[in-house]
């Protein structure tokens, strides 16, 4: 069985270094979730039973959101933030709905900080995994194709520094 079809780019933010710093000096973290820390920009997406405030996007988000549009031809005007401290934060398996979100959009992933891997298992067959690499800078694109044959998790890791993920999405409202 071949992988899911992915959009990856391994170089997507012109200075990943910057941003990762400037998440780190300008988010406010939500500590509601166990797993991981979160936050959220622009109109709200809430999931796991968790809802946040509508909250201005920043400029610098505002900037990949106009990238993200340039590459995949969605404007997005949400950003869930994931703050992965270590290798004990994870996210488990699931698969995203697409009902809020705008028709023949998906969610775009950019991640700073330490490399962790997304495995993708199939809803066919759980024996079949893919495991894929998100370097610091990267984008990756899951379409609501891709979500409803697969599941998607970020898995512990042994001995990985701090990871964030912004993903983004453009959400009905
Ligand atoms: O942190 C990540 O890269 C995973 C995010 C994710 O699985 C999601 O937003 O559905």
């Excluded at 780190?24 to 979730?33: F, K, L, N, P």
């Excluded at 401290?85 to 991640?111: K, N, Q, R, Y």
């Excluded at 891709?146 to 990985?160: F, G, N, R, T, Y």
Aim: hydrophobic content about 40%.
């Amino acid at each position: 069985m071949n992988g899911p079809p992915l959009h990856l780019d391994s170089a997507f933010v012109a200075s990943p270094d910057a941003l990762f710093e400037w998440l780190g000096a300008a988010v406010t973290w939500d500590e509601r979730m166990k797993a991981r820390k979160t936050a959220s920009f622009g109109v709200p997406y809430n999931y796991s039973q968790i809802a946040y405030e509508p909250v201005p996007m920043p400029a610098e988000l505002d900037a990949l959101c106009g990238q993200i549009e340039a590459k995949l031809g969605f404007r997005p005007n949400n950003c869930l933030l994931n703050h992965y401290v270590d290798g004990a934060s994870s996210m488990g398996f699931h698969s995203d709905s697409s009902e809020a979100l705008a028709p023949g959009t998906g969610v775009a992933i950019v991640s700073v900080g330490s490399t962790r891997t997304i495995t993708y298992r199939s809803k066919a067959d759980s024996a079949v995994r893919f495991d894929y690499p998100l370097p610091h800078g990267s984008l990756l694109y899951m379409s609501d194709a891709v979500q409803q044959e697969w599941l998607h998790a970020i898995p512990k890791a042994d001995s990985v520094g701090e990871r964030i993920s912004l993903t983004f999405r453009a959400i009905l409202k």
